[in-house]
T-cell receptor
Framework: GAVVSQHPSWVICKSGTSVKIECRSL??????MFWYRQFPKQSLMLMAT?????????EQGVEKDKFLINHASLTLSTLTVTSAHPEDSSFYIC?????????????FGQGTRLTVV | GQQLNQSPQSMFIQEGEDVSMNCTSS?????WLWYKQDPGEGPVLLIA?????ELTSNGRLTAQFGITRKDSFLNISASIPSDVGIYFC??????????????FGTGTLLAVQP
């Protein structure tokens, strides 16, 4: 299957600082990327859907000013957690769907473990 | 956010046993997917189902898209220790726009004792 790479794999930051997470599709172009958050022992919860060149669509209850999403190219989307607080500590996962594909198969990154201290 | 009902929540079995888990929804889905997630990793797609009634196999794994389009099951035959992980179902309503997103099940934790 196609490869989606996330960076960093883990990050520890101080409360109040901002953290940027990158999601790259390495061998295909992704018109749509999805960002999920997963708390321990819980399922993946969709935060937002990102389409290349347009504004992201956020799920209900997700603060768009806190979780900034940029999808500037067909191979890169970024999630910036602004003014992070301990309750933002979680496992963040992105997935990408290939350009022009009606197939629902979306490939997932390996995830980023964020710890805010 | 919306989630699918997945059961059982966890399973502890002996190596060689067969496993069955299922997902149900109050909504109709056009696609059902099954993923496996290892600790600290992203989900990996196991099987994708696109038609009601479809039965698809991938090695020792078999999954079916329910006739009502509101449920799906996953079977694992002759389990082995590396089957350990969390299994998630996911449903998708459609192909375009807001229906493009995946809704995930609550997950089934599988432990296999050698």
């Amino acid at each position: 299957g196609a490869v989606v790479s996330q960076h960093p794999s883990w990050v520890i930051c101080k409360s109040g600082t901002s953290v940027k997470i990158e999601c790259r599709s390495l061998d295909f172009q992704a018109t749509t990327m999805f960002w999920y958050r997963q708390f321990p022992k819980q399922s993946l919860m969709l935060m937002a859907t990102s389409n290349e060149g347009s504004k992201a669509t956020y799920e209900q209850g997700v603060e768009k000013d806190k979780f900034l999403i940029n999808h500037a190219s067909l191979t890169l989307s970024t999630l910036t957690v602004t003014s992070a607080h301990p309750e933002d500590s979680s496992f963040y996962i992105c997935s990408a769907r290939a350009f022009g594909s009606l197939n629902t198969e979306a490939f997932f990154g390996q995830g980023t473990r964020l710890t805010v201290v | 956010g919306q989630q699918l009902n997945q059961s059982p929540q966890s399973m502890f079995i002996q190596e060689g046993e067969d496993v069955s888990m299922n997902c149900t929804s109050s909504s109709i889905f056009n696609t059902w997917l099954w993923y496996k997630q290892d600790p600290g990793e992203g989900p990996v797609l196991l099987i994708a189902l696109y038609k009601a009634g479809e039965l698809t196999s991938n090695g020792r794994l078999t999954a079916q898209f329910g006739i009502t389009r509101k449920d799906s099951f996953l079977n694992i035959s002759a389990s082995i220790p590396s089957d350990v992980g969390i299994y998630f179902c996911a449903g998708q309503l459609g192909y375009g726009g807001a229906t493009n997103k995946l809704i995930f099940g609550t997950g089934t934790l599988l432990a296999v004792q050698p």
